[in-house]
């Protein structure tokens, strides 16, 4: 159906002539004029003209055509196929001179493919990004533009060229990008065709910014390390970002520990419990690595794990009896250096002996034993101390305890006996004769009762001591008792007088009571033998 090159030529020739040329009359017309068609849509196109006798209308394209139907003055077809901009003429004959009419189909379409190129996984804050898009299809290309977006920002607008377009833009990295998608969009601008303005999107890309610091991180752990022992090793590294993003490993030896991770803004804490179990003695390495964006930063240490058994510090008898014979031993693991209260072993790994004979003064004595071990050029001290107790006594101590003392009546006094051992002893001062006690180690008023002599007795499950205290109490002078006892002999005279005429005055006015022995008698008896203690002394 489509004419050869060569015959489209000519045709196109005969259109470019002014129209006036062929007088034309009636003019040709195409339908629909100049239209904007989507790639691969059909069209009607109808050639009709007013002219009362036409011939051999037609219509000429590339497309391929299908008539559709025809009638008096038109024919019309259907073009499908088109893939770009074209042209279609119409000729026919009007009472028999030419006539031609031209329209320009204009062919769009939308890109095939945006795509934005992938973002490399983690891009160095400070550091150029190139972002490329790529755009397939698509035209007309000159209503066509590519556009490169950070979100909804708009960082470049280039017209499409070439094919496949390839765009690029440029964005230095900041923090502020950690997270932004970043898009590619064409713009079809066919509003000048009276169409809309269309646009395709790529699929968004989200860009990982990060700042990895190139200091390694500082390890906080203490360089010695006790079998069986725990310590906190702390890894410390500032400058992260984003910091929640870091990953910290934390090993001693070949042993991985479980860190506890703590992030404050751009830091980070990574706090682990050590503890070496394996027994094994000798050096470990600590390595903290901290991991981001693939990218890694390490520090190592080195710890010395000891082990440092005892020291063990014991007593033969930690409860002895006076006079028997202690052994006090401190013991510890090899290369350890013993003191034993002020006695070095022999050399390193040696135990040491202390031998005594249990006494007084060893009750409450406390033995130390310092064990110190050297490791690794630093020296690590240990103490352990016990205490003996030694069984003695009772003794009363002659020292402070008066054996005589002379007091005077009525003042205060302290007797100041003291009994020692283990255990506490009770101390008793009686006196002889009346076994009567006096306090002792508090202070009293002394009678004159108090003269004589005292057996102070000092008694514990060991024994006891016995000590005699001869006390002498001086009265007030004669004189003065003479005159209190005639006054208390005439006072118990006239009360026993008073005493009867009361009885026998009220026995007169009842009559009726049987004659007893008389009760209120029993006072003034019982009251005369202590008035008579009292002068004894004297
Ligand atoms: C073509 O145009 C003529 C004149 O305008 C009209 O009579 C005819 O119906 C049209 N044909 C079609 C298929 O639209
Ligand atoms: C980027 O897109 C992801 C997923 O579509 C979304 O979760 C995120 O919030 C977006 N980021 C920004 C900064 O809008
Ligand atoms: C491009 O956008 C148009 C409308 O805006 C849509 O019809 C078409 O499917 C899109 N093309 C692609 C490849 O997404
Ligand atoms: C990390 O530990 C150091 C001391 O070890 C402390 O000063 C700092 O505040 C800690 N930082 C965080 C984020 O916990
Ligand atoms: C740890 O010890 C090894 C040898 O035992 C040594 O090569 C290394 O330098 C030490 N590391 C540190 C951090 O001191
Ligand atoms: C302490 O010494 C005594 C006597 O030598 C011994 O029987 C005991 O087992 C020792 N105890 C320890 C813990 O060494
Ligand atoms: C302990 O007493 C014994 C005799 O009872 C004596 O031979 C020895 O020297 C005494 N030891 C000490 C350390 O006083
Ligand atoms: C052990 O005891 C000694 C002396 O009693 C003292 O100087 C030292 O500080 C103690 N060491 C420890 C670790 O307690
Ligand atoms: C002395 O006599 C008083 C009563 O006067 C009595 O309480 C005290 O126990 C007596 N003291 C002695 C040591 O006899
Ligand atoms: C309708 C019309 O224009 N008819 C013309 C056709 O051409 C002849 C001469 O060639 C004229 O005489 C007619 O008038």
Known sequence: MAPSGACWILLLCGCLL?????????????????????????????????????????????????????????????????????????????????????????????PERVELAPLPPWQPVGEDLTLRCQVVGGQPRARLSVLLLRGEEEL???????????????????????????????????????????????????????????TPPSLAVFPLLEVGTSWPVVCHLSGLFPASAAQVRLALGDQMLNPQVTRDGDALNATAIVTERSGHEG?????????????????????????????????????????????????????????????????????????????????GRSFSCGATLQVDGHFVHRNRSARLRVLYGPRIDRATCPQHVAWRERTTHVLHCEARGNPAPQLRCLQEGSRREVPVGVPFLVQLNYSGTYRCQAASPRGTDTLVVVMDVQGMNSSTVSIVLGVLVTLGLVAVAAASLYIFGVQKRSGSYPVKQPGPSLPLQSMQPEEGDGGQPS
């Open 283 to 363: 050096a470990r390495e600590v390595v903290c690595s901290v991991t981001l964006a693939g990218r890694s930063r390490e520090a190592r240490k080195n710890v010395t794990v000891y082990s440092f058994l005892g020291p063990f510090l014991n007593l033969s008898e930690p409860i002895a009896t006076e006079g028997s014979s202690v052994t006090v031993t401190c013991t510890a693991g090899a290369r350890v250096q013993l003191v034993l209260d002020g006695v070095r072993a022999a050399a390193p790994g040696q135990p040491v002996h202390l031998q005594l004979n249990a006494t007084e003064r060893d009750d």
């Open 156 to 214: 470049s607008r280039q017209p499409a060229l070439g094919e496949p377009v390839e765009v690029t833009a440029t964005v230095r990295a900041d923090r502020s990008d950690h997270g932004a998608n970043f898009s590619c969009v064409t713009e079809l601008d066919l509003r000048p065709l009276g169409l809309e303005l269309f646009k395709n999107v790529s699929a968004p890309r989200q860009l990982q910014t990060f700042v990895l610091p190139l």
């Open 18 to 110: 002014p129209p006036g040329v062929q007088g034309q009359e009636f003019p040709l017309r195409v339908e629909p004029r100049d239209p904007v068609l989507r790639a691969g849509a059909s069209l009607l196109v109808n050639c009709s003209t007013d002219c009362p006798d036409s011939d051999l209308i037609t219509l000429e394209t590339l497309l391929s055509k299908e008539l559709v139907g025809q009638g008096q003055g038109w024919v019309a077809f259907l073009l499908s196929g088109a893939s770009d901009d074209s042209q279609v003429l119409c000729s026919g004959y009007c009472n028999g001179s030419q006539m031609t009419s031209t329209s320009h189909i204009t062919v769009y379409e939308f």
